[in-house]
């Protein structure tokens, strides 16, 4: 019985995904809402999965379904990081265009700081698959489709916010065309 305790308390809990680690001392970021030890987990993924052999669309879907899995508390700046990454998630997912395509509209953030946006109370559980879900592939098509599974798991969780989601990525895309329209020199009349 002793030894069973002692080892509960060897453990942590990510606030974010629920990953249930060894405690790590290592530092954490200033607004993603992840465990010391899932942080770091996290990090050992450009190393362990060879991420130069992956496409641009799988290293955006990994960030935007670690960042979205932990979102946070209540704060300007994480209100900001889950609306930059659930649109991400919905651009890549349901909207299918590639990582290139979406700077265009994610990469100017032209919605950030409109009043518009707010916090979406994350989901629990939020996903039921996570980083470590990504650690066993050795090789770049079972990274990608590992990456590809989770990302779809965590945006099945945020279904209730999928809405608000949507509404936000479509105006900054109609701000984003503006952008590009008002950036572009006026032609010459024939």
Sequence with gaps: MRLSHT????????????????????????????????WALYGERPTSFRMTTVGDTI???ALDTYALQHPGRPGMRSVQSVAIHAMGLCVLLERGTEERRI????????SRKAPALHWLEPPRPNGTLTVRSILGTDEADGYAAAVEAWAADVWRAWEPHHDTVR???????ETARHAIRAERPPTAAA
């Excluded at 629920?18 to 993603?32: E, K, Q």
């Excluded at 700077?103 to 032209?110: A, D, F, I, Q």
């Design 7 to 38: 080892r509960a308390l060897d453990l942590s809990t990510c606030p974010g995904c629920g990953l249930v680690l060894p405690p790590h001392s290592g530092p954490t970021h200033a607004y993603v809402g992840a465990s010391p030890a899932c």
């Design 103 to 110: 700077k265009h509209v994610l990469g100017r953030r032209p």
């Design 59 to 61: 290293r955006r879907l």
């Design 167 to 173: 509404q936000w990525l479509d105006v900054a895309a």
